[in-house]
């Protein structure tokens, strides 16, 4: 019983850190913007994304084959996004 | 390992368990799904077919007389599309890949019986849709569907065409997802990653790849729809859309998608070698990586189809590295089999003759690839004929060569019965001669300037296109006996016996054909892959 | 796929621990399948974001950033459930699966019905490409107002199918076959639910949150 | 438009000619790629048919195991197979940046491409329909860009492709060394026609280039309505492309104009009209005007382009269609 109070209390600060996160992004966007502003919106996001996926998800608690499947959807995204950008950002370059 | 020698069938194994329409339409077991997966691709082989015969009468006339562009335009669409998405791509993977992996792996069935049934109703239910687009009169985009003609100026049934495509990919993650578990789940004790048998390690790394790419297509075609239906959409010139990012999402599926249709080949071409040579492969270890290496360099070579697109030169540059990087591990298993031939005692049975077949026009097929991927000469030949013969070349000449070797070399376990040695050998050798007859002059007239997709062409190009005709009617031929003799025998072959091959690997220690549950005890594995007696 | 089988029928597995990790494996696949298929959208949104930033940053500015906002808080809230109702069932306790699940799908309700009216004001500003549409502003702005559309109707479209999945826990939980040792279901139908809201926790930045 | 002669391709040579600067170099690159392959097809076909035959079963050839470790013979040809795809990919990659490295300073030459077919207009104004004419040894830049879909420019004789994006303009060049009359595709599917999506590039030796500048394409006099003013319409129905969307074999793009004269033609607005000589006169060079119900806008203007002669010669030629059996009347 012990085992399950810790439990939820970890859940439930867990959760209080993602609501933090979410009123520190909500707050930030109020601030004059800048070219930190979508870097550190993401950033936050990547935070929350993580504790999701560790705590909710509980990859904390599962086997080194169960966390390459978890990465590995982000890593095949990063592909297309990092080849596709090869294009985007270099149309423009001399020859 | 020596056969078990289980005692003789009582029966027709899991064929006879059962024998009402029921029985099958409600099956989990994954060899009659494999069965129910072959029907259905059989059926659409021959569309796909008549249209390649129906658009080859169309190419031995330059003036285009025969029939309305319109409807030449729709021949080709269905038949890339048809041969694609409802031939190739399922072929290997969920007809012997279902029928096979679990029996390799001394497994009672896949993962998730229930989702491998419900990928064959979703995959009719794509298929259907899409019959159902080229009766109420067809598509003329082309396979690849390029913005903004598909998602403004076609007429055609374009929405019903993508969604039948969208629904057929679902059974495709289906399929990929059902194998990587099993192979990573269900594999019998001792049986670990480095004793599998190659053709299990194409599998799990095709389905890696079906896991991965295929929701790409689906969301490139939901996208595509959205802007015909609703005329805005993300490609739209007109409002700042690019339609290369059309090609860019198109190609992160489909470059991939080419390695699903070739590397179950290359398992199949492993098995057939090995056994016929009596021989292990020559390079397990080197095989398999270069098996997940192609999986995985595959995803990073996409803009090779797009050098002349408009794209970033630095980008052209890049890809065309890559494109060149992806060959070695191909290049690789070119040699390994040939090397497992290499003082082997070898007996030319039919799937050896496919896979022979397999390994020269393969080899063709990736060497000009190799031309492909050289950025002046891609130049030149981009959207010309030799793309078409380059990929027939590996498509035809690899994918579907590997799928018969395949179909003959487990014909005796899918049906108990052998088939017919003298008729098989002479459409191995039929499908050979009329293959290169039909598609190596289509290098030339590439060569020479002739755009793909033209029923319209100068003169001088005729006399190439009616003999790539002509090799087309002696590969129907090729195809159709096949056809006819592999029916005859189901019902009326000589028994099989459980190993008619003396072929290592725990399928062939099942009576054939196997028993519903495939094993009556998990079988214990000690011995390396491919472990024939010393010659 | 993940409900237990009849005893009669062949099972493919030796034993329980073993379909466990089968099943972990095959739902996290599935997660990685979604990823790609989100994907797309993604990568859209990212070539796009760069080549017309004012006119992205102006379209974000046509959104609701209080529904954005509330709605994010209420899916982790939702989240937070779901987790708690996973915790409940590993100590057997079935009443608090259901009202934890409840909980969760009822907040999922209340993030549709708030995503629904942002489409109704945006509906009745003119502000839908291709359906209602006369928003003063560059051309470019209809790609991002497409790309939110898109985006959140497929995040949509997934938090029906999660509600779907909730309410088919309930009823295998009301009916009793849910128990310490029988809770696949459970952790199943938690990863889809905590993905999606994971979607979200992207989606929301990137649409809402564009600085001028 | 089907079925060019000979000379239409090669310039006259049955093969396929190098009329470019940098064709030589891409051939260079083929061949070397074509020697490599077809040499190692040739050695694997030839080793693979030895070893069938020496190792079949119960031949006498030797079965022990080969000497050599297995990772340094997998070594061995990986880094060779490395290498010399390396090697290729380097000389491909250093043709094409100079191919794509464009000339400053040329005055270029826009490019249009339209479903189906290619609208050419010179620094001058001097427009062309499906036919660019170009001094030799001059190089010339091209700016593409399309009016609908993708298309691509593709002159198989100077080694020269490239894709015509909507929304976009795109630069080309060559540099041609050798005259002749060579053949223009259209490689990238389009709809319909894009098999007739065709056209030549006529490469002109600096006088003859010098009098085709000078002169409007020799100039038709304007001659006399009537049967040989119809025969003159009928080639130059064909050359300005308009059979493109009004041939028998377009689809339903445009209104066939065969019996349209004298008939009611219904407008766009709703109005009817009578299509007389001015009718079909302004349809034919503002065709904005005389916009027809039920069809898309997409008739060029063809205003400046066609000499006056020449559009006698096609009112002329439209009248002596054989009227079609079935209403005009959209
Ligand atoms: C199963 C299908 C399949 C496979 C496996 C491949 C394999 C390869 N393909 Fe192909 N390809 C297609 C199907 C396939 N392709 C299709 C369908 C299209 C056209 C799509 C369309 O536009 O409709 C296409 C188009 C295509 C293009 C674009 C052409 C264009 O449109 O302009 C390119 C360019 O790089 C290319 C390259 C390659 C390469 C480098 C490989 C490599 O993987 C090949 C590797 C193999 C080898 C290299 C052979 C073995 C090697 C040896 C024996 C060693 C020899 C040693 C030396 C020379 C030293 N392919
Ligand atoms: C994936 C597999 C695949 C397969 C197996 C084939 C098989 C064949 N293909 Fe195809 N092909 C493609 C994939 C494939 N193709 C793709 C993707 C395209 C590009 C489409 C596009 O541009 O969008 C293409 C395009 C394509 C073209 C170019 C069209 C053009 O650009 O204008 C040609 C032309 O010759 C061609 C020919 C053939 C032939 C002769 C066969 C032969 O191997 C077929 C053998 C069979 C026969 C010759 C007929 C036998 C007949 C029967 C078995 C049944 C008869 C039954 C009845 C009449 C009831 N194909
Ligand atoms: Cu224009 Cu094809
Ligand atoms: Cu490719």
Redesign the interface.
């Known amino acids: 019983m012990k085992a399950n109070a810790s439990q939820w209390a970890q859940l439930l600060v867990v959760y209080g850190a993602l609501m933090g996160l979410l009123a520190l992004t909500a707050g930030a966007s109020f601030l004059p913007g800048g070219w930190w502003s979508t870097p550190v919106a993401l950033a936050i996001a990547t935070a929350k994304a993580f504790l999701i996926f560790y705590f909710f998800m509980r990859l904390r608690g599962q086997s080194g084959l169960v966390r390459i499947f978890a990465v590995a959807g982000f890593f095949w995204l990063a592909i297309l996004l990092v080849l596709t950008s090869a294009d985007y950002l270099t149309r423009l370059w001399a020859? | 390992m020596p056969p078990l020698n289980p005692p003789a069938p009582p029966s027709r194994g899991y064929l006879s368990d059962g024998t009402t329409v029921a029985s099958w339409l409600c099956t989990r077991d994954h060899k009659r799904i494999a069965l129910l997966y072959l029907f259905t691709i059989t059926f659409f082989f021959l569309i796909g077919a008549s249209a390649a015969a129906l658009m080859r009468w169309e190419l031995t006339r330059?003036?285009?007389d025969l029939m309305?562009?319109?409807t030449?335009?729709r021949l080709f669409t269905l038949h890339g599309v048809v041969m694609v998405w409802f031939f190739l791509i399922p072929s290997i993977p969920a007809v012997l890949g279902n029928f096979v992996l679990p029996l390799a792996i001394g497994a009672r069935d896949v993962a998730f019986p229930r989702l491998n049934l419900a990928s064959w109703y979703i995959f009719v239910c794509g298929g259907l849709i899409a019959l159902y687009a080229i009766v109420v009169g067809g598509v003329?985009?082309?396979w690849?569907f390029?913005t903004?003609?598909s998602s403004?100026?076609?007429n055609s049934n374009v929405m019903v065409m993508a969604t039948g495509i969208f629904v057929a990919g679902f059974s495709s993650i289906a399929t990929g997802l059902n194998f990587i578990v099993t192979v990573h789940k269900l594999r019998a004790p001792g049986l670990t990653w480095f004793r599998l048998p190659l053709f299990v390690w194409a599998i799990y790394a095709t389905s890696i790849i079906l896991v991965l790419a295929t929701p790409v297509l689906a969301i490139t075609l939901a996208l595509m729809a959205l802007e015909r239906g609703f005329g805005v959409g993300i490609f739209d010139?007109?409002l700042?859309?690019?339609?290369?990012l059309f090609q860019h999402l198109f190609w992160f599926y489909s470059h991939p998608a080419v390695y699903i249709m070739i590397l179950p080949g290359m398992g199949v071409v492993s098995e057939l070698v090995s056994c016929f040579?009596?021989k292990k492969i020559?390079?397990y270890k080197?095989m398999a990586f270069s098996i997940l290496s192609i999986a995985g360099l595959g995803f990073l070579v996409w803009g090779h189809h797009m050098f002349?697109?408009?794209q970033s030169?630095y980008a052209?540059?890049v890809f065309?590295?890559l494109s060149?990087?992806v060959?070695?591990p191909s290049?690789?298993k070119?040699?390994?089999w040939?090397?497992t031939?290499?003082?082997?005692?070898?007996?030319?049975g039919t799937p050896l003759l496919y896979a022979?077949g397999f390994?020269?026009l393969f080899?063709?097929g990736g060497?000009?690839g190799?031309?492909l991927?050289?950025?002046?000469?891609?130049?030149?030949l981009?959207?010309?004929y030799f793309v078409i013969a380059h990929f027939h070349y590996i498509m035809v000449g690899g994918g579907v060569m590997a799928y018969m070797g395949g179909i003959h070399y487990w014909w005796p376990k899918i049906s108990g019965r052998m088939f017919p040695e003298g008729w098989a050998r002479f459409s191995a050798v039929t499908i050979f001669v009329g293959f290169n007859l039909t598609f190596f002059p289509q290098f030339l007239l590439g060569?020479?300037?002739m755009?793909?997709?033209?029923?319209?062409?100068?003169?001088?190009f005729q006399t190439l296109n009616v003999i790539s005709s002509a090799g087309a009617a002696v590969l129907a031929v090729g195809y159709l006996v096949p056809l006819c003799y592999l029916t005859w025998s189901f019902f009326h072959g000589k028994d099989a016996g459980p190993n008619p091959w003396n072929a290592t690997g725990l399928e062939w220690q099942t009576p054939s054909p196997p028993p519903s549950h495939n094993f009556e005890q998990t079988p214990v594995v000690t011995r390396p892959p491919y472990d024939y007696p010393p010659? | 796929m993940t409900s237990a089988e009849p005893a009669s029928a062949p099972s493919p597995y030796s034993d329980a621990a073993q379909r466990d990790v089968a099943n972990h494996l095959g739902m996290w696949t599935l997660i990685a399948t979604e990823i790609l298929f989100f994907g797309g959208l993604f990568l859209a949104y990212c070539v796009y974001r760069g080549a017309y930033p004012a006119a992205f940053s102006a379209g974000s500015h046509r959104l609701d950033f209080w529904s954005g906002t509330v709605n994010t808080a209420v899916l982790l809230t939702s989240s937070l459930f779901m987790a708690l109702g996973d915790a409940m069932i590993r100590v057997g306790r079935r009443r608090g699966l259901q009202v934890c699940v409840t909980l969760t799908a009822g907040l999922g309700v209340l993030f549709l019905a708030i995503k629904f009216s942002e489409y109704r004001e945006m509906y009745a500003e003119h502000l839908v490409p291709g359906i209602r549409y006369g928003a003063a502003g560059p051309p470019q702005m209809q790609l991002f107002l497409f790309l939110y559309f898109v985006m959140t109707a497929l995040h949509a479209v997934h938090m029906l199918v999660g509600i779907g999945l909730l309410g088919w826990l309930l009823t295998l939980n009301r009916r009793g076959r849910l128990s310490r040792d029988r809770r696949a279901p459970v952790s199943m139908v938690g990863l889809y639910w905590h993905f999606v809201d994971c979607v979200w926790v992207f989606l929301y930045p990137l649409l809402y949150l564009i600085p001028r | 438009?089907?079925?060019?002669?000979?000379s239409?391709?090669g310039g006259g040579a049955?093969?396929?000619p190098e009329a470019s600067s940098?064709a030589p170099?891409?051939d260079r690159?083929?061949d070397g790629?074509?020697a490599a392959?077809a040499g190692?097809?040739l050695f694997?076909?030839v080793?693979?048919l030895v070893?069938?035959v020496r190792?079949?079963?119960?031949s006498a050839?030797?079965?022990?195991?080969?000497r050599i470790a297995?990772w340094k013979?997998?070594t061995a040809?990986?880094v060779a197979?490395?290498a010399v795809?390396?090697f290729?990919?380097v000389?491909?990659?250093s043709?094409?940046?100079e191919?794509?490295?464009?000339p400053a300073g040329i005055e270029a030459i826009n490019v249009v491409g339209r479903?189906w077919m290619w609208d050419v207009r010179y620094p001058g104004g001097r427009r062309e329909f499906n036919r660019l004419h170009v001094r030799l040894n001059t190089p010339v830049r091209l700016l593409l860009s399309s009016e609908?879909?993708?298309h691509?420019f593709?002159v198989?004789?100077f080694?020269?492709?490239?894709?015509l994006?909507?929304?976009?303009v795109?630069e080309a060049w060559f540099d041609p060394t050798r005259a002749g009359t060579y053949?223009l595709?259209?490689?990238?599917?389009?709809?319909?026609?894009?098999?007739?999506m065709t056209g030549t590039v006529v490469v002109l030796a600096p006088d003859q280039f010098a009098a085709w500048e000078g002169g409007r394409d020799g100039g038709a006099e304007s001659g006399s309505p009537g049967l040989a003013g119809a025969a003159r319409g009928s080639a130059i129905f064909q050359k300005y492309g308009c059979a493109q969307c009004h041939g028998d074999?377009a689809?339903s793009r445009a209104p066939r104009l065969a019996g349209v004269y004298r008939g009611p033609v219904r407008l766009a607005d709703g109005r009817f009209v009578l299509a007389d000589d001015q009718f079909l006169h302004d349809a034919i060079l503002r065709a904005p005007k005389c916009a027809v119900a039920g069809y898309a806008m997409t008739m060029p203007t063809y205003d400046g382009v066609i000499p006056e002669g020449d559009v006698l010669d096609l009112i002329s030629y439209i009248k002596a269609l054989p009227p079609a059996p079935a209403s005009q009347v959209p």
Not at chain 4, 1 to 6: K, N
Not at chain 4, 99 to 102: C, L, S
Not at chain 4, 165 to 168: A, D, L, M, W
Request: with cysteine; aromatic share 14%.
């Open positions: 020859v | 330059p003036n285009g309305t562009s319109d030449y335009n003329d985009t082309g690849t390029y903004p003609y403004t100026y076609s010139p007109k700042g859309g690019d339609p290369l040579s009596r020559f390079g080197v002349v697109s408009s030169v052209g540059v065309s590295l060149f990087l060959s070695v290049a690789i070119v040699f390994n040939i090397a031939l290499h003082r082997g005692s070898i007996t030319f022979l390994l020269a080899t063709i060497l000009t190799i031309f991927a050289t950025l002046a000469v891609d130049v030149h981009h959207d010309t060569y020479l300037g755009p793909r997709r033209y029923h319209i062409y100068p003169a001088e010659l | 438009m089907s079925a060019a002669p000979l239409e391709i049955g093969w396929l940098f170099r891409v690159v083929f790629l074509l392959s190692m097809a694997l076909t080793l693979t070893i069938l190792y079949r079963r119960g050839g030797s079965r022990k195991a080969v297995t013979i997998e040809w990986i197979t490395t795809f390396l290729f990919f000389q491909g990659t043709v094409y940046l191919m794509r490295r464009i479903q609908d879909v993708i691509s593709f198989p004789a080694r020269l492709k490239q894709d994006v909507p929304g976009k795109v053949m595709y259209c490689a990238q599917y389009c709809g319909t026609a894009h098999a007739e074999a689809g």
